[in-house]
């Protein structure tokens, strides 16, 4: 069985899950005899190639003047339309982008439809114009691979998905990680969501992340029930790293938020149960990690509250300050608003850090060793936190049973649910 | 004759290093060395040096005829000694000169004065002690940080012997009346005011190289035209201002040396005005009136109230806080806690977390190693965080003198132990050991001891002691022991106990 697979990015160079998740089903694939040709906008040559032959899109020579595409050209020229449409970076980023972008705007409209074109693969103003193009690679890489089936992962890849579908007639499946309602609440770009119903109403299967991403696929997005299944993420195990304990120079409890300070992640309620825990035990300490559109505002809160001087902020974290950040915490907070599913609760628990999440996470669906209450239940969310840091039994049993149950969430698992969808469309 | 009284503050501030959350219970070193160094030499190089030469060439000219005015806060004072000596045996040189006058203020340029009377008046007094210390003059006037000032501050510092104080001419205070009279607290009309001139200070400080001001370029005359507008009964103009105008905030090159240079001999030469030190006024001088200001003022912005550095949630809080420790701070006499505790209440820290520049454009930007107001809140916080961390876990001083007796013991402890080993060790070489010994240690002690006293001490020794001795007798030797073995059937235990002694005494001799 052989996969055409189109995806966004692929480790190491990513900006959230979605890569991540990409590279953990493409590895338990590998094992089930699954082969997969991934096809990503710009690799960079240091990409792990163990479970999958990467493509890279900007490699592919595509002529604009060939009248096969001409149809398909026709149908999604209305997504040269310019919009900032920055699904995961942060904040920081974006205005560079957008900086940078200026800079080059005019040298790029004649280059996205030369024959070969550089894909930035990142998430900036020229977006719709690179989802464009590379929906037109999809096509063009239909034809001349064989395989059995295309896979396209979240809204950037459906259009190739779609494309490749109609150039070479095989099933398509797409894979919803996270939709535009996760991304920006009620006020959605119409343009995206347009994209993500058409390519989930042009697909022969439609996979979600968890059942709350498969509620709002069905409701939002009204795609038939039927043709929607939930294949839970995994964590792939071998981009855990064993984190060494560290010495802890601070004597109270620590609690921590780490994520993007985005209103879907839901940081004003972390503030207010730290508010509430503060006002009964001065003993712990809240950190909130990361950086975003809501940052200032959630400093301001601080300062309001007057709780400054046990409530700290780092900034954006990476790499080796994450590592770190985990071993100095006692209880890891992710009180999102909405959480397709939720890698980062996994990462904590891993290395003994007891969780709660909110029930609107995709994960809460299948921890058990968590503690979950509703996102905007501060009372609740303080009551569980203030638990974890005083009641060590429960911390206890959190850390000794957290950590198994992490381990045994394979992508080897989900990739067997996978497969099953793709042996639904294979000859008998 | 009227007066014209030249006050320059001169200020820099131990800026924080990035600070970061992980820092926090582990670094205690909290300011930028590099940068405040940097920022020191480069501020000598500009301002500091050439302008307090220029001013020390006027006084050189005119003798007592031109004077000025200075406060230094102990924060820039201490860079000084610390980055830029030259600075300030500069400094020394004008305050020789007996035309300079220098002012008593807040050593950290703290707003303690908006907190806390008692830390307000122990760091007065600190400042004062740093300054006859240094230029040999007490001061008898008083400047607050920025020129903060209430009708309370006025009566504390009335209280504490000061007979004049300075402060904003603020319009809103004012009303009608002009800023160039001498007028008295409110509450104790002891204390003399001096208000300053905003309108004329400014425009040196803030207009001078302003190109799109009606009357750049300013020039000497232009502004002897304005001194000779002031009405004939108005005693004095009160001319305040960073003393990093020159050269700093006015870069050379707009001339601002130039016009400094030059104004003394043209007031001289078409004016009435003659140059007079804030203390000189307040002998000179009666106040016209008391002048009531309820609500602090400064000399800041277009508000001239405290909002840059007080006025908004982010800045309240860090205030609050750092304040919350007085109680626990007052009786420490930990040097660097009391050291922190000071340059923490430095008022730029506050100052870079004004939201308010977001319109209110450069001069709060001057300097300002924080890209954001949010930035500096968060640094300040986590340095802040470790320092409570420090206070609260007691004087990390006492901690240190406890830490260090500590040591002393071990030390003294482990030292006994050694020498108690070494001592045991060469003890502990006693007979017996010879049946753990080399062949070559047995011939070698053999040569040393008489084979007679080997022979006596052997009776009663183990028998592994006499194993190993034997063979390794020469041939002699063994004859003689043989002999002697006869010969000794009935030997006294006390001889085989000296024998003994005889021979372990030999051994440590030779191997101890």
């Known amino acids: 069985m052989r996969i055409l697979m189109f995806g966004w990015e692929f480790p190491p160079h990513i900006t959230g899950g979605l890569g991540t998740a990409c590279y953990g089903l493409t590895k338990g694939l590998a094992k089930q005899d699954v082969e997969v040709i991934f096809v990503v906008p710009k690799a960079y040559g240091d990409e792990d190639q163990q479970a999958v032959r990467l493509v890279n899109a900007s490699d592919v020579v595509f002529d604009i003047e060939n009248k096969e595409h001409h149809e398909y050209w026709s149908k999604v020229k209305y997504m040269e339309i310019g919009s900032n449409i920055i699904p995961y970076v942060s904040p920081e980023d974006f205005s560079k982008v957008v900086e940078k972008d200026k800079k080059e705007t005019e040298t790029f409209t004649s280059n996205v439809f030369s024959k070969q074109y550089e894909f930035a693969g990142a998430y900036g103003t020229n977006l719709m114009e690179e989802v464009a193009r590379y929906a037109l690679i999809g096509s063009t890489i239909a034809l001349?691979?064989?395989?059995?089936?295309?896979?396209?992962?979240?809204?950037?890849?459906?259009?190739?998905?779609?494309?490749?579908?109609?150039?070479?007639?095989?099933?398509?499946?797409?894979?919803?990680?996270?939709?535009?309602?996760?991304?920006?609440?009620?006020?959605?770009?119409?343009?995206?969501?347009?994209?993500?119903?058409?390519?989930?109403?042009?697909?022969?299967?439609?996979?979600?992340?968890?059942?709350?991403?498969?509620?709002?696929?069905?409701?939002?997005?009204?795609?038939?029930?039927?043709?929607?299944?939930?294949?839970?993420?995994?964590?792939?195990?071998?981009?855990?790293?064993?984190?060494?304990?560290?010495?802890?120079?601070?004597?109270?409890?620590?609690?921590?938020?780490?994520?993007?300070?985005?209103?879907?992640?839901?940081?004003?309620?972390?503030?207010?149960?730290?508010?509430?825990?503060?006002?009964?035990?001065?003993?712990?300490?809240?950190?909130?990690?990361?950086?975003?559109?809501?940052?200032?505002?959630?400093?301001?809160?601080?300062?309001?509250?007057?709780?400054?001087?046990?409530?700290?902020?780092?900034?954006?974290?990476?790499?080796?300050?994450?590592?770190?950040?985990?071993?100095?915490?006692?209880?890891?907070?992710?009180?999102?608003?909405?959480?397709?599913?939720?890698?980062?609760?996994?990462?904590?628990?891993?290395?003994?850090?007891?969780?709660?999440?909110?029930?609107?996470s995709g994960v809460a669906e299948i921890l058990q060793h968590a503690l979950k209450v509703d996102f905007w239940d501060v009372e609740g969310l303080a009551d569980a936190i203030y638990g974890l840091c005083h009641y060590d039994a429960l911390s206890d049993t959190f850390k000794k049973y957290g950590k198994e149950e992490v381990e045994n969430l394979k992508w080897d698992d989900a990739a067997i649910k996978v497969k099953d969808v793709y042996n639904d469309f294979m000859p008998a | 004759?009227?007066?014209?009284?030249?006050?320059?503050?001169?200020?820099?501030?131990?800026?924080?290093?990035?600070?970061?959350?992980?820092?926090?219970?582990?670094?205690?070193?909290?300011?930028?060395?590099?940068?405040?160094?940097?920022?020191?030499?480069?501020?000598?190089?500009?301002?500091?040096?050439?302008?307090?030469?220029?001013?020390?060439?006027?006084?050189?000219?005119?003798?007592?005829?031109?004077?000025?005015?200075?406060?230094?806060?102990?924060?820039?004072?201490?860079?000084?000694?610390?980055?830029?000596?030259?600075?300030?045996?500069?400094?020394?040189?004008?305050?020789?000169?007996?035309?300079?006058?220098?002012?008593?203020?807040?050593?950290?340029?703290?707003?303690?004065?908006?907190?806390?009377?008692?830390?307000?008046?122990?760091?007065?007094?600190?400042?004062?002690?740093?300054?006859?210390?240094?230029?040999?003059?007490?001061?008898?006037?008083?400047?607050?940080?920025?020129?903060?000032?209430?009708?309370?501050?006025?009566?504390?510092?009335?209280?504490?012997?000061?007979?004049?104080?300075?402060?904003?001419?603020?319009?809103?205070?004012?009303?009608?009346?002009?800023?160039?009279?001498?007028?008295?607290?409110?509450?104790?009309?002891?204390?003399?005011?001096?208000?300053?001139?905003?309108?004329?200070?400014?425009?040196?400080?803030?207009?001078?190289?302003?190109?799109?001001?009606?009357?750049?370029?300013?020039?000497?005359?232009?502004?002897?035209?304005?001194?000779?507008?002031?009405?004939?009964?108005?005693?004095?103009?009160?001319?305040?201002?960073?003393?990093?105008?020159?050269?700093?905030?006015?870069?050379?090159?707009?001339?601002?040396?130039?016009?400094?240079?030059?104004?003394?001999?043209?007031?001289?030469?078409?004016?009435?005005?003659?140059?007079?030190?804030?203390?000189?006024?307040g002998e000179k001088l009666q106040p016209v009136s008391s002048i009531s200001v309820p609500y602090p003022i400064s000399w800041a912005d277009e508000e001239r109230d405290l909002t840059a550095w007080l006025g908004n949630d982010l800045q309240q809080e860090a205030f609050n806080k750092l304040y919350q420790l007085y109680e626990k701070i007052k009786d420490s006499n930990d040097p660097k806690i009391r050291k922190d505790w000071l340059y923490l209440q430095n008022s730029d820290h506050f100052y870079y977390m004004s939201t308010k520049w977001f319109s209110d454009g450069d001069v709060h930007k001057y300097f300002n190693p924080y890209s954001s107001p949010y930035d500096a809140f968060i640094n300040y916080m986590n340095v802040l965080s470790d320092y409570i961390i420090r206070v609260e876990d007691g004087s990390s001083f006492d901690n240190l003198k406890e830490a260090a007796s500590d040591l002393a013991d071990k030390a003294g402890k482990y030292t006994k132990k050694q020498a108690k080993k070494v001592a045991d060790k060469v003890k502990e070489i006693n007979f017996d050991d010879i049946k753990e010994m080399s062949n070559a240690k047995v011939k070698q002690l053999l040569k040393e001891v008489d084979i007679e006293h080997i022979a006596v001490a052997l009776k009663d020794a183990e028998k592994e002691v006499v194993e190993k001795v034997i063979p390794n007798m020469t041939k002699t030797a063994k004859k003689t022991y043989d002999d002697l073995q006869k010969e000794l059937k009935k030997v006294k235990k006390t001889d085989i106990k000296k024998y003994r002694q005889a021979v372990e005494d030999k051994l440590k001799d030779i191997f101890g």
């Not at chain 1, 990462?347 to 709660?356: F, L, S, Y």
């Not at chain 2, 020394?92 to 807040?106: C, D, M, P, S």
């Open chain 2, 1 to 281: 004759m009227r007066s014209i009284c030249f006050y320059f503050q001169v200020h820099q501030p131990y800026r924080l290093r990035p600070y970061r959350f992980f820092d926090i219970g582990e670094k205690h070193d909290y300011y930028d060395d590099y940068n405040n160094q940097f920022i020191m030499q480069r501020v000598a190089e500009k301002c500091y040096l050439p302008m307090n030469q220029l001013l020390l060439d006027l006084i050189k000219e005119y003798g007592s005829a031109f004077k000025v005015s200075f406060s230094i806060s102990g924060m820039a004072l201490e860079q000084f000694q610390e980055y830029t000596p030259k600075v300030l045996s500069s400094f020394k040189k004008l305050a020789k000169t007996g035309n300079v006058e220098f002012l008593a203020e807040t050593y950290a340029h703290s707003l303690s004065a908006m907190k806390d009377k008692e830390e307000f008046v122990s760091q007065v007094e600190m400042h004062t002690a740093k300054i006859e210390e240094l230029f040999g003059q007490k001061p008898t006037t008083f400047r607050n940080t920025e020129l903060i000032y209430s009708d309370e501050i006025g009566a504390t510092v009335a209280d504490m012997g000061y007979k004049v104080m300075l402060t904003e001419g603020a319009k809103h205070v004012l009303g009608w009346k002009s800023p160039n009279f001498m007028y008295a607290n409110a509450i104790n009309p002891n204390l003399k005011l001096l208000l300053k001139n905003y309108r004329l200070s400014d425009d040196i400080a803030f207009r001078f190289s302003e190109q799109g001001w009606a009357e750049w370029p300013l020039t000497t005359s232009k502004y002897v035209d304005w001194l000779n507008d002031i009405e004939p009964n108005e005693e004095t103009v009160n001319l305040f201002m960073d003393y990093e105008t020159f050269g700093e905030h006015q870069w050379e090159n707009t001339g601002i040396f130039d016009f400094m240079k030059a104004l003394p001999a043209k007031i001289f030469a078409e004016t009435d005005f003659e140059f007079a030190t804030p203390a000189e006024l």
């Open chain 1, 144 to 360: 001349k691979e064989d395989f059995d089936i295309i896979h396209a992962h979240d809204w950037l890849t459906y259009p190739a998905g779609v494309a490749a579908k109609e150039s070479s007639g095989k099933p398509l499946v797409v894979h919803m990680h996270a939709t535009e309602f996760d991304r920006t609440g009620e006020n959605y770009n119409e343009i995206v969501y347009a994209m993500e119903k058409e390519g989930m109403e042009a697909a022969d299967q439609v996979i979600t992340v968890s059942n709350l991403t498969r509620n709002t696929v069905v409701n939002k997005y009204g795609i038939d029930p039927k043709k929607v299944v939930t294949v839970h993420n995994a964590i792939e195990q071998s981009l855990l790293k064993d984190i060494e304990e560290i010495k802890r120079n601070l004597k109270e409890k620590v609690v921590t938020f780490l994520g993007r300070i985005t209103f879907q992640k839901g940081p004003e309620y972390f503030i207010e149960a730290a508010y509430k825990i503060l006002q009964r035990d001065r003993n712990v300490r809240f950190v909130m990690a990361g950086s975003g559109d809501m940052l200032n505002k959630m400093i301001e809160r601080v300062a309001a509250l007057g709780i400054a001087d046990r409530f700290h902020f780092t900034g954006f974290l990476k790499g080796a300050a994450v590592d770190k950040m985990f071993a100095l915490s006692d209880v890891f907070v992710m009180p999102s608003v909405s959480e397709p599913f939720g890698l980062v609760p996994l990462e904590a628990m891993r290395i003994n850090v007891p969780v709660v999440i909110s029930k609107q």
